[in-house]
Nanobody, 116 residues
């Protein structure tokens, strides 16, 4: 099993930056893709960004050019650098670890609030 724990959320003004971190533990060698998802009030959870073990990244169109995902396989961590934040980025952000068998592990989530 894999456990993931997020940190780094908070309140920031529009145009500001935040950095989220996610630490994985447990069966870390089973992890293939790690990523960040978010869920705003009244909306479905949506993909923000993912990164494979080899470093291939994917970004949702809404965050391209503003967010950067990075991964340290040695430390079993994945970060999300969020710049030029907008009020519509306000959501609970969840870290996800997907195994080679496509099993998902989720963190508890961290709140990001962007004020206008």
């Amino acid at each position: 099993q894999v456990q993931v724990v997020e940190s780094g959320g908070g309140l920031v003004q529009a145009g500001g930056s935040l950095r989220l971190s996610c630490a994985a533990s447990g069966s870390i060698f089973s992890i293939n893709v790690m990523g960040w998802y978010r869920q705003a009030p009244g909306k479905q959870r949506e993909l923000v960004a993912t990164i494979t073990r080899g470093g291939t990244t994917y970004y949702a169109d809404s965050v391209k050019g503003r967010f950067t995902i990075s991964r340290d396989n040695g430390k079993n961590m994945v970060d999300l650098q969020m710049d030029s934040l907008k009020p519509e980025d306000t959501a609970v952000y969840y870290c996800n670890a997907r195994s080679f068998r496509a099993t998902d592990s989720w963190g508890q989530g961290t709140q990001v609030t962007v004020s206008s």
